[in-house]
C-alpha cells in the first residue's frame, strides 16, 4: 500500500482538555483553537467552576483570551461537588451555559480537593443527568490509600462504576483518558450509552517512559502511564473504528519548576502538537481510514452535536517539537519535547 503525503480530515475536536485561566490561559488557549474547533473544557480550577455563574464567567474569559475572529467554540463542563443542586444543574444544562458535568474523586488529581466523597451523595443529581440526557464526564480512580497507584482505575471500574451503570443505565457516561485494558473492556461491554476518551501520551507511552533511566517528570500524568500491554490495549481501541472511543488530549499544562520538583504536578502538555501526535500512532497501527471518525465524528455523535464542517489538512513532513515553549510567560515542556514527528498540521 502506498503511504498517503496528506490526510484531509473533517475538523476536529477535543473532548478533554484543561485551559487554565488567567495569564496561563492567554497561552494555553490559542494552541487548542489552532488544532481543533471545540473542546469539552474542564472545571478544575482554584476555586473550580461548581455553578453556572462561575462557568458562564469562565467562559468569557476564555472568549477575551483568543483573537476575535476565532471560530473555537469551548464546551463548557460543571464541576460537581458533595453538593450539588440537581435543579441547578438541569437549569445550567437547559440553558446551554454547560454540556456535561465532571466528576472527579475527592483527591484523585490536581485540583479534585472539592470533588465528590461518596457517589451515593449525588445519586439524586446523577438520576436527574439520567433524565434530561446530560453527559457525565468521570476521571475514574479511586483515592483509597490502600489501592496502589497502578490499580487504582481497575478498581474503579469494579467499586464504583460497574454499579454506577447498572443503577442508572440511561446514565450516558464519558469515562476519561482511559489508561488499561480493563477500562477498554469495560466500555466495549457497557452500552452504547458508555464512552471513553484517550489521550496520546497513554497511546505513546507506557511507564517505562516514566521510570526507566532515570525519574522523568514530563511524562507524569493521572492516571498514570500503565504497562506496555495496557498501552497496546489503548492503541486497539482507539484505531478500531468503535463509536465508543474518541480523541480527548487531557492537555493539562503545568510550569516546568512546578513539574521539576520534589512533589511535581500531574498533567502532560500535549496540546500544540495533538493532531500531529495521534497521527502517528494510526499510521503505526495502519490505520489512517480510521483517524477522522475518532478525531471528528464519534464524538460529537457522542454529545449529540452537530459535527464540523470545513476541514483540515495534515502533511507528511517533519515537524521537530521545541524543548519548551513560553505559555504567556511560562516555560511549560510540551509533550514530545526534542522529537521529531512526522505530520503537520497545515495552519
Ligand atoms: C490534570 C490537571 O493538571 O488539571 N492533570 C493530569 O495529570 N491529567 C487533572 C486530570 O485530568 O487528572
Ligand atoms: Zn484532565
Not at 152 to 164: G, K, Q, S
Not at 221 to 249: D, N, Y
Not at 269 to 281: C, D, I, K, M, Q
Request: net charge negative; glycine share 6%.
Amino acid at each position: 500500500m502506498t503511504s498517503p503525503e496528506t490526510i484531509t480530515i473533517r475538523r476536529p475536536d477535543d473532548w478533554h482538555v484543561h485551559l487554565r485561566d488567567g495569564a496561563l490561559l492567554a497561552g494555553v488557549a490559542p494552541h487548542t483553537a489552532r488544532q481543533f474547533a471545540r473542546a469539552i473544557v474542564m472545571p478544575n480550577l482554584s476555586p473550580p467552576m461548581m455553578d453556572s455563574a462561575g462557568v458562564a464567567a469562565y467562559r468569557a474569559r476564555i472568549m477575551a483570551a483568543l483573537p476575535d475572529d476565532t471560530s473555537f467554540t469551548p464546551l463548557m463542563t460543571l464541576y460537581l461537588t458533595d453538593h450539588t443542586d440537581p435543579d441547578e444543574v438541569a437549569r445550567g444544562h437547559a440553558d446551554a451555559v454547560f454540556v456535561a458535568a465532571k466528576l472527579y474523586p475527592a483527591h484523585a488529581t490536581t485540583g479534585s480537593a472539592h470533588g465528590v466523597t461518596d457517589i451515593a451523595r449525588i445519586m439524586p443529581v446523577l438520576a436527574r443527568m439520567e433524565a434530561i440526557g446530560m453527559p457525565l464526564l468521570i476521571h475514574g480512580e479511586v483515592t483509597d490509600a490502600h489501592v496502589d497507584i497502578f490499580d487504582r482505575e481497575a478498581v474503579f471500574i469494579a467499586r464504583t462504576l460497574e454499579p454506577l451503570v447498572k443503577a442508572l443505565p440511561g446514565l450516558r457516561v464519558v469515562f476519561e483518558h482511559v489508561t488499561t485494558a480493563e477500562a477498554v473492556q469495560f466500555v466495549e461491554s457497557a452500552g452504547p450509552n458508555v464512552a471513553a476518551t484517550i489521550t496520546p501520551q497513554h497511546l505513546h507511552i507506557n511507564r517505562n517512559a516514566m521510570l526507566v533511566g532515570g525519574i522523568r517528570p514530563h511524562a507524569y500524568c493521572l492516571p498514570v502511564a500503565k504497562r506496555e500491554h495496557h498501552r497496546l490495549a489503548l492503541r486497539k481501541a482507539a484505531t478500531s473504528g468503535s463509536a465508543q472511543f474518541f480523541l480527548g488530549t487531557d492537555s493539562a499544562p503545568h510550569a516546568r519548576h512546578l513539574k521539576e520538583a520534589a512533589c511535581g504536578c500531574a498533567g502532560i502538555f500535549n496540546a500544540p502538537y495533538a493532531l500531529e501526535s495521534y497521527l502517528a500512532v494510526f499510521e503505526e497501527e495502519g490505520a489512517l481510514d480510521r483517524f477522522e471518525g475518532f478525531a471528528s465524528e464519534h464524538g460529537p455523535r457522542f454529545y449529540r452535536l452537530p459535527l464540523n464542517e470545513g476541514t483540515v489538512t495534515l502533511e507528511r513532513a517533519p515537524v521537530t517539537v521545541p524543548e519548551e515553549i513560553d505559555v504567556g510567560g511560562t516555560v511549560i515542556v510540551p509533550f514530545h519535547a526534542g522529537e521529531t514527528l512526522g505530520w503537520r498540521l497545515r495552519s
